[in-house]
């Protein structure tokens, strides 16, 4: 039985200019095809610029692509109608590269976390209460930061705040675009333990875009590497790792430094 939660078909996705579209058009995603499995943590690994985070743009549905599909459950996001267009973000949440900039400086924690069950639940407060402090344990985070605002929090506090958001709504599928870019070196590590025991306690599936390797082979299951808005290969991390097949993965593996996560 199939068990892909998240396709990519044939995806296609350009920017342009607003003077001129047809002559400075960019190709971002350039024919790009893979599957996510339900439960997996795939990554996209590849240098700044290769179309890494334009993709999960497309499935977060903040880019449109040019051509291609995108399917999520069997069915194509780009072709929703009403009440599966109002389902849909409730199961894909992202986690951006920032959390400086991710979150809202002027809202409180506790507003921050309760504004997605407002938006998209009829839940009772005391039941959106209870959902929050929970999602805030599992994040390792205590209740009584709710009354706080971000700039009172350290980096690393403010990604596990954002990773609390991603989840309230108890997501299938988390996009994390460059997670652990913008954290301390010392902090890196504790955000990477964290999305894979969430992983495991949730049942989430993850989409981990980073052009850290090391950190890829650590928390990745499957590995798709990106060139020139190209995937140009896919494996298993440790064959992907152990027997790379393509000179530019090659090339990229070589380049990483050696470190232990």
């Given at each position: 039985?199939d068990?892909?939660?998240?396709e990519?078909?044939?995806?296609v ?5 607003l003077?001129?579209k047809?002559e400075?058009s960019?190709?971002a ?5 893979f599957?996510i499995?339900?439960?997996?943590i ?10 890494k985070s334009?993709?999960a743009k ?6 449109k692509p040019e051509?291609g599909d ?7 996001i ?10 849909y973000p409730?199961?894909v949440?992202m986690?951006f ?7 809202n400086p002027?809202?409180k924690?506790?507003d921050?976390l309760r504004e997605?069950?407002d938006?998209n639940?009829?839940?009772s407060r005391n039941?959106k ?7 805030l344990?599992?994040v390792?985070?205590?209740s ?10 350290s980096?690393?506090q ?8 991603a989840?309230i709504?108890?997501?299938k ?8 870019s913008?954290l301390?070196?010392?902090?890196q590590?504790?955000i ?8 495991q306690q949730r ?11 090391n ?5 990745a299951d ?8 190209k995937?140009?290969?896919e494996?298993?991390?440790d ?11 090659k090339t990229?593996?070589n380049s990483a ?5």
């Amino acid at each position: 039985m199939d068990n892909n939660l998240l396709e990519i078909k044939n995806l296609v996705v350009k920017y342009t200019s607003l003077k001129n579209k047809k002559e400075n058009s960019l190709v971002a995603v350039n024919d790009v095809s893979f599957c996510i499995k339900s439960g997996e943590i795939y990554a996209l690994a590849g240098e700044s610029g290769c179309g890494k985070s334009t993709i999960a743009k497309s499935i977060t549905k903040l880019v449109k692509p040019e051509s291609g599909d995108i399917l999520f459950e069997g069915k194509s996001i780009l072709k929703h109608n009403s009440s599966e267009k109002k389902d849909y973000p409730k199961n894909v949440q992202m986690v951006f590269q920032n959390p400086y900039s991710s979150l809202n400086p002027k809202m409180k924690i506790g507003d921050t976390l309760r504004e997605p069950l407002d938006i998209n639940t009829s839940y009772s407060r005391n039941r959106k209460n209870v959902i929050i402090k929970d999602v805030l344990n599992d994040v390792g985070l205590q209740s009584s930061c709710l009354d706080l605002y971000p700039h009172e929090f350290s980096g690393g506090q403010r990604q596990r705040i954002a990773i609390a958001r991603a989840l309230i709504l108890n997501p299938k599928l988390i996009i994390a675009d460059e997670p652990i870019s913008a954290l301390d070196a010392s902090i890196q590590a504790q955000i990477i333990n964290l999305l894979k025991t969430l992983k495991q306690q949730r049942d989430l599936t993850i989409l981990f875009i980073s052009h850290d390797l090391n950190v890829i082979r650590y928390i990745a299951d499957r590995v798709g590497i990106m060139y020139f808005g190209k995937l140009i290969e896919e494996n298993q991390t440790d064959k992907i790792f152990s027997f790379p097949k393509e000179e530019y993965t090659k090339t990229l593996l070589n380049s990483a430094p050696a470190l232990q996560y």
